[in-house]
């Protein structure tokens, strides 16, 4: 079996890590521009941290045998600090029109603040501008209100579900993201966020259809290899390999698009 993790932060691991996501059957990865912890300072550090996930970050993955593609928007967080988001807009279409990016994201809510929403709905006119598919982040308090209202700001913007996937879901929003036509992606951590535990409830009650699953795999406790592991807890409860395979590799590689994704032939059909 082969992996897509398709929303994982590779700046916060090591070069061991990457060696054993590949031993453990990873071959793809996307990585979205996210927060890194604190608050920055400048707008020039936004462009050398999206330089560096799209260029370098894709080299040293590369030396591992892993096909590295990116996401690039203003995180939720940092959108608050309007003076730099500001500045960081202006820089974000040329830089979504470069090779590597498959998405625009992670967008969407932390605090469900007006600044927020100001520059999610921005980004989102700029994904349908550049043709790109949308990855929503979903905050971590109040999950459900900030799932309506991304849902509600999509609707009223006439963006086609099937072009937005809303991460970070969880038994309280699955049913709510894709009984409206988006993608559900989710992010298994060993403790927060979901287990794989309660991952595998999930899959049982809705199945893989626009599903995905993730490791995201930041700078907190978490674990770069939770996709295979999750796949294994998958099988050993029963599931179907095949759906597995479709969930693991499939879907992701259906939501960001193959041409986006450009992986290798020989990786095609190994999976």
């Known amino acids: 079996m082969r992996y ?3 929303h994982i932060h590779c700046v916060s691991r090591t070069t061991d890590d990457y060696q054993a996501m590949y031993l453990a059957g990873i ?45 690039i928007g203003l995180n939720p967080k940092e ?21 590597g990016v498959v998405a625009v994201g992670e967008l969407g809510y932390d605090g469900i603040t007006a600044a927020e929403e100001k520059y999610f709905i921005a980004q ?11 990855m929503v ?4 308090r109040d999950k459900a209100r900030g799932t309506k209202r991304t849902m509600d700001v999509l609707a009223d913007l006439d963006v086609d579900p099937a072009q937005v996937v809303i991460d970070h879901s969880t038994e309280e929003t699955t049913k709510m993201i894709l009984d409206a036509g988006y993608w559900a992606g989710h992010t298994v951590y060993p403790e927060t966020k979901l287990t794989p535990e309660r ?3 999930i899959y049982f009650d ?24 999750t796949a294994a807890l998958l099988e050993s409860r029963g599931a179907d390999p095949a759906q597995i395979q479709k969930l693991v590799w499939d879907n992701p590689l259906e939501f960001y698009g193959a041409d986006r994704m450009a992986l290798p032939q020989r990786e095609r059909i190994l999976a």
């Open 4 to 6: 897509i993790d398709p």
């Open 27 to 71: 071959r793809a990865v996307v990585e979205p521009s996210f927060w890194l912890g604190q608050p920055r300072t400048s707008a020039g550090t936004f462009r050398d941290y999206f330089l560096m996930i799209l260029e370098w970050e894709r080299q040293r993955a590369a030396t591992f045998g892993i096909e590295h593609r990116c996401t």
């Open 79 to 99: 959108a608050n600090d309007e003076r730099l988001a500001d500045e960081v807009m202006e820089m974000l279409p040329e830089l979504m029109a470069r090779e």
């Open 124 to 134: 989102v006119e700029l994904a349908k501008q550049f043709g790109l598919p949308v």
């Open 137 to 140: 982040h979903t905050p971590h």
């Open 199 to 201: 991952f595998v409830n």
């Open 206 to 229: 809705h199945g893989v259809e626009r599903v995905t699953l993730n490791s995201s795999a930041d700078w907190g406790k978490s674990d770069p290899l939770n996709v295979p592991k």
